[in-house]
């Protein structure tokens, strides 16, 4: 069965950086785009971004260009999300996903258990 | 402010039928882009409830069911339980913003 195992919490100061993992498993790495959505406490789901592991190719939505990195390693079926200059407003519970297919317009049919990042001074 | 739109909370009896209604516009739902349901409970993961505007994946019941017209779409549950009670969320992509694109999510209360 298709498995996105997200990496651990993470606490982090202002203006530092973060990197989530997401080592997906059943099914074939490269036939479905893998994308990033976070959720901060009590809101709503936000799209960040998402990548093409069969190509490398990346999308990102315009609120975290220059400050979001979407990456895959193949070899390790594993798919990485970096945010930079963090600030409290990015405190959130991060979600990879895969959709089913190489088409953006597809569901998000398998989902991560959710990486919960806290940003405090 | 969620390019698509939902009402913040629909309510409903057990046993009645409730809509959840989702509105987008030309550049997303209106362009023909497919739309996709999410259910959430506290402290989990949303969860895939309707993909392609209409289809359930496996393990969903039919009383959940999902439709497109225009540029808006609709999530209906009929026999409504209390197990239903949750956040649902609609999604799509819109061509404009070349993204995905959420819902600001409606609470579900069952009554």
């Known amino acids: 069965q298709v498995q996105l195992v997200q990496s651990g919490a993470e606490v982090k100061k202002p203006g530092a950086s973060v990197k989530v993992s997401c080592k997906a498993s059943g099914y074939t790495f490269t036939g479905n785009f893998i994308h990033w959505v976070r959720q901060a406490p009590g809101q709503g789901l936000e799209w960040m971004g998402r990548i093409n592991p069969n190509s490398g190719g990346t999308n990102s939505a315009q609120d975290f260009r220059g400050r979001v990195t979407v990456t895959s390693d193949t070899s390790i079926t594993t798919a990485y999300m970096e945010l930079r200059s963090l600030t409290s407003d990015d405190t959130a519970m991060y979600y990879c996903?895969?959709?089913?297919?190489?088409?953006?317009?597809?569901?998000?049919?398998?989902w991560g258990q959710g990486t919960l990042v806290t940003v405090s001074s | 402010q969620s390019v698509l739109t939902q009402p913040p909370s629909v309510s409903g009896a057990p046993g009645q039928r409730v809509t959840l209604s989702c509105t987008g516009s030309d550049s997303n739902i209106g362009a023909g882009y497919d739309v996709h349901w999410y259910q959430q409970f506290p402290g989990t993961a949303p969860k895939l409830l309707i993909y392609?505007?209409?289809h359930r994946p496996s393990g969903v019941p039919d009383r959940f069911s999902g439709s497109k017209s225009g540029t808006s779409a609709s999530l209906a549950i009929t026999g409504l339980q209390a197990g239903d009670e949750a956040d649902y969320y609609c999604q799509s992509f819109d061509g404009s913003l070349s993204n995905s694109v959420f819902g600001g999510g409606t609470k579900l209360t069952v009554l």
């Open positions: 392609d505007n209409n």
């Open positions: 996903i895969s959709g089913l297919g190489l088409r953006d317009e597809a569901g998000f049919h398998y």
